[in-house]
């Protein structure tokens, strides 16, 4: 866990800390040496582009996404390695969190990743502002001095949209301010993670980097999936109206339904259910007599051996015998 000392006060007086007028003056500050050394794993910015894209396509407009930061902590050394989607709710325009969804989560994690600590906090959208402050009072409230991380989905550079800071307090107007400064951070991958974004790097050749390869195999499967849905769907619409005297009978169009509907593979039907378990058994059975008749054979091999070995060595008290 982290320890407040990563929270450094300073004087806004000659030799303070300098807030960054760039950005957002109110909320990012410069000048400020990070206190840790962060390693991002792949899995989690996916994680984050994940649930934003589906927020996104399930509210028809870009959202603002919540989750939490889990990973091993040894010293000064961070190492975000996943993370998992918090629950919120907006109370006059602000993200209040909902921690006993967290306390949830939390103990599941716990159970498969136990090696693992919550370290902080994500986010979505773009340069910091009072909102991330507000979230992150929050946080602190169930861990001392959370990372914060912040993805941009909606930037068009072709860098990493994504910056991770730590919270400082500065004095201003003889007031503790809570700001953020930006922390230097590393990509680190495991042998699984390289199989699971493969596909990110296959991008395609048309200079867009809007389709990867798995994207345009999965869009033509989607096309095909789609056009046999018309055309099913029509086949049944047809056969519908036969049956309720709509439509005169046609016997030539009537026979192709029903071949088409012959060729279709039958899995759920009792008989089939029947065969199939009746042919494993079958199979199953085959295999047991295999190696019953393989087990035997060897018992043999062995039954022959000991009695060869018997025979001999009663020859030979049977010989010493005569000398006596």
């Known amino acids: 866990m982290r320890s407040c ?10 030799g303070g800390m300098e807030v960054d007028g760039a950005a957002s003056p109110s909320v990012m500050a410069s000048g400020v040496t ?38 091993k902590q040894e010293g000064r ?27 949830t989560k939390e103990e599941q994690f716990k159970q498969v990743f136990k090696d ?11 340069p910091c502002d009072q909102s991330d402050i507000h979230i992150h009072k929050q946080v602190c409230e169930i861990i001392e001095s959370p990372l914060f991380l912040k993805l941009n989905p909606m930037t068009k550079h072709t860098d990493l949209p994504v910056s991770v ?3 400082v307090i500065d004095i201003i107007n003889g007031e503790a301010t809570m700001l953020f400064a930006e922390l230097g951070y590393t990509l680190a991958t495991e042998e699984a993670e390289r199989i699971g974004v493969d596909h990110v790097a296959r991008m395609t050749a048309t200079g867009t980097g809007e389709n990867s390869t798995v994207a345009e195999h999965l869009i033509a499967q989607h096309s095909a999936i789609k056009m046999l849905h018309s055309r099913v769907k029509v086949i049944l619409e047809y056969v519908k109206a036969v049956e309720a005297g709509e439509v005169p009978f046609n016997h030539e169009i009537l026979r192709e339904a029903n071949a088409l509907c012959h060729r279709l593979p039958v899995l759920s039907t009792i008989k089939f259910k029947t065969d199939f378990y009746d042919q494993c058994n079958d199979v199953g059975l085959m295999a047991y007599l295999g190696t019953i008749t393989k087990t035997c054979n060897s018992m ?3 039954i022959n051996k000991f009695n060869v070995l018997y025979d001999r060595q009663g020859i030979g008290r049977r010989m010493r015998g005569l000398f006596f």
């Open 5 to 14: 000392q990563s929270d450094k006060m300073a004087t806004s007086n000659g």
């Open 34 to 71: 990070g206190s840790v050394s962060v390693a991002l794993h792949p899995l989690v910015i996916l994680n984050i582009s994940d649930h934003w894209i589906r927020i996104r396509s399930q509210e028809g407009r870009p959202m603002q996404v919540i989750g939490a930061l889990i990973g």
């Open 77 to 103: 050394n961070i190492e975000v390695m996943n993370s998992f989607e918090l629950l919120h709710q907006l109370v006059d325009d602000r993200a209040i969190i909902d921690k006993e969804y967290y306390y």
């Open 116 to 126: 693992m600590e919550f370290l902080g906090w994500y986010t979505t959208g773009g």
């Open 165 to 167: 800071y730590e919270s």
């Open 300 to 302: 043999n091999q062995f």
